[in-house]
């Protein structure tokens, strides 16, 4: 009985996260740009957000903040950035005050309107990604041939901030994985390590194959990358994967043009609907080269499609959940609204609408307005490291938490948000940093192996799962 009143009270709070209510109370609109229909189309996140903008309503009420209440407004990216840049103009025409989109592409794609030079395109709001992880994106080195891409990459403005780890830590963890195997990689013991790449023709699968290729050959100068892309616009059902996979595991190597061996391990860097093709084009190919999964592939579709054809299939990915009470009351909170587990992604998505939420509080706040409503784009902005002061008070996710919070914010005391997903520590590149995990398909995703990125950078392995 209790958890059906959860449910039918979460259901109400996620209802009216979506509705106006008639009254006096001043609504900031946060806009979600995020795919609904492409290629890592995932309803659990819409369904994330929603429970955090749903639960930081009913905390205001029950901080008896009656004067101030969040709304969504929502356009489809598609995962392409041409429909994540309209839908992004199109929101905050609606009145967003702050953005969520999802990848690498659309990220990139919505924030370099902010370098475009066409005043009708300077959104002037800060974007939160929950699922891009480019090591280019945030980075004040990145080159382009583009300028207005090259500039968006840099992020000199500071609109963008994200709630997922770059590649660059996981590209890491990948690389000390596969030199374990064997004979520091050479597991058919031709006396050198091969890795073949296969990642997708985008920001996304560019950046995170340079970034494993360059840890790789960090570890060992002598090793053989090689790296093969595959086209994001093509139709999966109609792309000849088998042709790819035969590529990928015979000695030629489509980079160099050499007949170099066969490799040791192949990594797949793409989307899910990709994956799906992929993954079965290999497993009929019986090559027995191991296959090693990136994020991407821990995803309930892939599941859905290939069942029990995946079992030990084995990858590396942020962990689902951080650790503490936030990850715990959110996993619940989820649970209760939408009758499923928290997955990959969900608690990323959850943290995007958190933070921009309390930065808001924070920017009405400091900059001491009546109406909320009055609150700008460059406002949150600037408050949104404001809200993972390391001396300011320990915030968790949930009503009870959010309601803590903005009853500590309006005492003008500095907060500490713990999030779903991790710390939520946005460092001065906007970025975070969380836990890893290797994870082994046993009818489920099942963590087997986790990594502590947050303690140290090189991200050491801190503690076995084990199996459920």
Request: proline share 4%.
């Amino acid at each position: 009985m209790k958890n059906v009143a959860r449910f039918a009270a979460l259901a109400l709070l996620a209802c009216a996260a979506c509705n106006q209510e008639a009254s006096r109370t001043a609504t900031v609109n946060l806009g979600q740009v995020i795919d609904r229909t492409g290629s890592i189309a995932t309803p659990s996140w819409a369904d994330s957000i929603r429970l955090a903008v749903g639960t930081a309503n009913q905390a205001l009420k029950q901080a008896g903040q009656l004067e101030l209440r969040f709304a969504l407004v929502e356009a489809n990216s598609g995962n392409a950035p041409d429909m994540a840049r309209a839908g992004a103009l199109q929101v905050v025409k609606q009145g967003a005050k702050a953005l969520i989109t999802d990848s690498s592409q659309d990220d990139i794609g919505i924030h370099m309107l902010a370098y475009d030079g066409d005043p009708a395109h300077a959104l002037e709001v800060p974007v939160v990604c929950m699922a891009c992880t480019s090591p280019n994106i945030n980075n004040p080195a990145a080159t382009d041939p583009d300028p207005i891409k090259e500039a968006a990459l840099r992020n000199g403005k500071g609109w963008n901030f994200r709630t997922t780890m770059s590649d660059a830590y996981q590209a890491r963890v990948l690389a000390h994985m596969l030199m374990s195997a064997g004979k520091k990689g050479d597991v058919n013991g031709d006396g050198r390590f091969k890795l073949a790449i296969y990642a997708s023709d985008d920001p996304y699968g560019h950046g995170f194959s340079d970034s494993l290729k360059k840890d790789v050959l960090r570890l060992s100068p002598d090793a053989i990358v090689e790296q093969l892309f595959h086209d994001v616009k093509a139709v999966p059902t109609e792309y000849k994967w088998g042709a790819d996979v035969a590529k990928l595991v015979d000695k030629h190597n489509e980079a160099n043009g050499k007949a170099d061996g066969v490799p040791d391990a192949v990594v797949a860097i793409s989307f899910p609907k990709f994956e799906i093709h992929f993954t079965r084009a290999y497993l009929d190919s019986k090559s027995n080269v191991r296959l090693v999964h990136t994020h991407n592939f821990r995803a309930a579709r892939v599941l859905e499609a290939l069942s029990v054809a995946v079992d030990g299939q084995e990858g590396t990915s942020q962990a689902v959940l951080g650790d503490g009470n936030s990850a715990r009351v959110f996993s619940e909170d989820l649970k209760a609204l939408t009758g499923q587990a928290a997955a990959f992604r969900d608690a990323a998505a959850y943290d995007a609408a958190m933070t921009l939420m309390l930065a808001t509080l924070h920017a009405v706040k400091h900059n001491k307005l009546a109406d909320a409503e009055q609150v700008t784009g460059a406002m949150i902005r600037n408050s949104m490291r404001a809200i993972n002061d390391r001396a300011g008070e320990p915030i968790d996710a949930g009503i009870a938490g959010f309601a803590r919070a903005a009853k500590v914010i309006r005492e003008g005391k500095a907060i500490d948000y713990q999030g779903a997903s991790g710390p939520c520590d946005f460092d001065a590149r906007g970025d975070v940093v969380a836990q890893l995990a290797r994870f082994r398909v046993q009818g489920q995703f099942v963590d087997v192996e986790k990594f502590d990125c947050v303690g140290d950078r090189e991200c050491p392995p801190i503690k076995q799962v084990g199996s459920k």
